[in-house]
């Protein structure tokens, strides 16, 4: 992950993109605050969900994989709790993996391009500590995104005894759900997709915050988490371990 | 020997004990079979059973392991044994019955039936990448405590206390096959369960495995040991029971589980004139060949007699041997493939469990079979009587 970071600010500092570009990018010349928005936003259409995906798929299946899961089942330890601490563990990585990623940001945006009150995309200038602060939102609503993967892997590795089928099924779940997004025929569903909610987090670098659609996409990502754990344990707690 | 015509239930002393499946057999709700005495049963099944698709892998399987037992659970490949002990540990559902252990009924306390067990279930499995003493410490504290001390105290009852930091990828299959039994004794739960603990070991393995369930057996743990050889049972357990096809072919003492066989190898100067005494003896059918050797079904009483005979008539003996390695595997070979033979599983209970009787006694033609129908209509399985 740090040397994903080093990447994505090399690139990014590289090409002070004019205009338009991801969101956020055409900034970070002028502010290194916006380094870490600016990379967490950019890896969170693709790099992070794939992590997501991975650090789903692997603590159940895996152990499966392994062989260790009769092990952990033969001990008088309940399916609910060796299920959701799997998805715990899961939520973990994706936080450690987070975290590197908005401090390197943080760190290489102020020794490169120092740190400023920031303009926000409404016009006005927040301080710093209140542009930290909506940083620190931002990453908490792209955490809370990730979760939908997260719980979408976990679900696919109560399916498969294969740590790698969940992780790819799981993307590739993911990616066709963006991908239909993309249409506009089926813009029907995109209210009820999770990964059409991906820019919700631009909304609060906005004075003031414009909390409606981030309110819509936590609705989504909450129904979707709770749909996905709540069959991934009604699969779990009767599924037969037999590696 | 005469045959046993009374029913194997009143079982005077030194009558047949060895029972068949019928007379434990029973519904989702029958009482745990009446083998312990006085000794509570710590680990039963009742009406177990566990459909795939199409195939019965156990069938209304009915087990009772009193406390204390050292309890084979016997069968060959694909009998069902490990989908039993999957079923017991809670690992599998049961398509209908449930395991009861120290009380606690499994799928349905599933949790607190596990704090009374300990074992593994075919291949112990661990994280390879960590060491011995470290997969112990993280599994051990999953639902239970494992000190220091009593990590130690396992690794060395197993043999593994001086390779108990190194890596277990590095194992090699017998030292896992240790560590697995060290993980089951870890919180020293009331029951340990090994799958097929000694299979794929060498001889010294398999007999220190062995020798450990009966150091196990005797400090008063209750093992439920499976396997598919007899002999093993034998040896290190007291009670046993022999599946095929997910059912109950026969259960009891393992001293009663298979007949004692009386029949002698005899070797002599002139075979044939012995022959002639042995026949005038036991009838045609106590006496038969085996490469060159006279095979007597002579009976305890009837050896010492054989030889006064064959003295007196100036036969030379050289070798009287018993027979009995060959009467195990005919004996378990009967059971197995007459019970395989049956295939009709909506057949009366009652025919089907006489056939591998009746066919053991078939081929082995000996006049010493004491496996006839009880009064009860009950056959009582070949056996020290
Ligand atoms: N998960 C499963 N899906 C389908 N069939 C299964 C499954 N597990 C076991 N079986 C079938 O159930 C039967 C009993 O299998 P089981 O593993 O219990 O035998 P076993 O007595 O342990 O044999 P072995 O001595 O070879 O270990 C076999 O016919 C097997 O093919
Ligand atoms: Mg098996």
Redesign the pocket.
């Known amino acids: 992950m740090p040397l994903l970071i080093v990447l994505a600010l090399d690139l990014s500092s590289s090409k002070p993109a004019p205009g338009e570009g991801p969101p956020f990018f055409a900034a970070i010349i002028n502010n290194g605050i916006f380094v870490p928005v600016a990379a967490i936003g950019a890896l969170s259409f693709f790099l992070l969900p794939l992590v997501a995906a991975m650090a789903g798929a692997f603590p159940l299946a895996g152990e499966a994989e392994m062989g260790t899961m009769k092990t952990w089942m033969s001990r008088p330890v309940g399916r609910a709790g060796v299920l959701f601490s799997k998805w715990g563990v899961a939520i973990l990585y994706v936080v450690v993996g987070m975290a590197l990623v908005g401090i390197g940001g943080l760190l290489a945006g102020w020794l490169v391009f120092g740190i400023h009150p920031l303009a926000t995309l409404s016009g006005t200038t927040i301080g710093i500590g209140a542009g930290l602060e909506r940083i620190v939102l931002a990453n908490l609503l792209i955490l809370i995104a990730l979760l939908c993967t997260i719980s979408l892997a976990l679900f696919v590795s109560t399916l498969t005894d294969s740590s790698l089928t969940a992780a790819i099924s799981a993307m590739v779940l993911f990616v066709v759900l963006t991908i239909l997004n993309g249409f506009s025929y089926f813009d029907f569903m995109k209210p009820y997709t999770f990964t059409s909610y991906n820019l919700a987090f631009t909304n609060l670098f906005r004075e003031p915050i414009y909390w409606q659609p981030i309110r819509n996409a936590l609705l989504v990502y909450g129904v979707t988490v709770a749909g996905l754990l709540a069959v991934s344990w009604l699969i779990f707690r009767r599924k037969?371990i037999?590696t | 020997m005469a045959d046993h015509k009374q029913p194997p239930a009143s079982t005077p002393p030194g009558v047949c004990r060895g029972r068949l499946a019928e007379e434990s057999a029973g519904g989702a709700d029958s009482p745990a079979p009446r083998a312990c005495d006085d000794r509570p049963v710590v680990l039963s099944t009742h009406g177990l059973t566990?459909r795939?698709?199409k195939?019965v892998?156990?069938d209304h399987l009915d087990l009772a392991v009193c406390r204390g037992d050292v309890f084979g659970f016997l069968?060959?490949?694909?009998?069902?044994?490990?989908?039993?002990i999957?079923m017991i540990f809670g690992l599998?559902f049961p398509t209908s019955g449930y395991a009861e252990v120290a009380g606690h009924r499994v799928p349905g306390e599933r949790v607190a039936a596990l704090r009374h067990l300990g074992g593994f279930v075919?291949v112990p499995a661990f994280y390879p990448n960590m060491s011995a003493r470290r997969n112990l410490r993280l599994i051990g504290s999953a639902g239970g405590d494992a000190s220091e001390g009593r990590i130690t105290e396992v690794l060395d009852t197993v043999g593994l206390l001086t390779r108990g930091d190194s890596r277990v990828g590095g194992y090699s299959h017998g030292m896992k096959q240790r560590l697995g039994i060290a993980n089951a004794l870890l919180n020293s739960p009331d029951v340990i369960i090994l799958?097929?603990p000694t299979s794929g070991l060498d001889p010294q393995g398999m007999k220190d495995v062995r020798e450990l369930v009966r150091e196990l057996g005797k400090v008063g743990t209750t093992v439920f040991l499976?396997s598919?050889l007899l002999h093993e049972i034998e040896q290190v357990c007291n009670r046993a029971v022999i599946?095929n096809r997910?059912r109950t072919v026969v259960e009891g003492p393992v001293a009663t589980l298979r007949p004692r066989d009386e029949a002698v190898k005899v070797m002599t100067g002139d075979q044939q004139k012995a022959f002639e005494t042995a026949r005038a003896l036991f009838g045609a059918q106590g006496v038969s060949w085996d490469e060159g050797y006279l095979v007597v079904r002579a009976g305890d009483e009837g050896v010492p007699e054989l030889v006064r005979r064959l003295v007196a008539d100036g036969v030379a003996v050289r070798a009287v041997v018993p027979a009995v390695e060959q009467g195990l595997e005919e004996f378990f070979l009967g059971l197995t493939q007459s019970s395989d033979a049956d295939g009709g599983r909506g057949e009366p209970a009652g025919r089907r469990a006489r056939q591998p009787c009746a066919a053991w006694a078939a081929s082995s033609s000996r006049s010493s079979f004491n496996g006839a129908p009880t009064s009860a209509g009950r056959v009582c399985w070949p056996c020290r009587c």
């Open positions: 037969d037999l | 566990k795939f698709g195939l892998a156990v069968g060959p490949n694909g009998a069902g044994k490990t989908t039993t999957r599998i075919e799958d097929e499976s598919h599946i997910g």
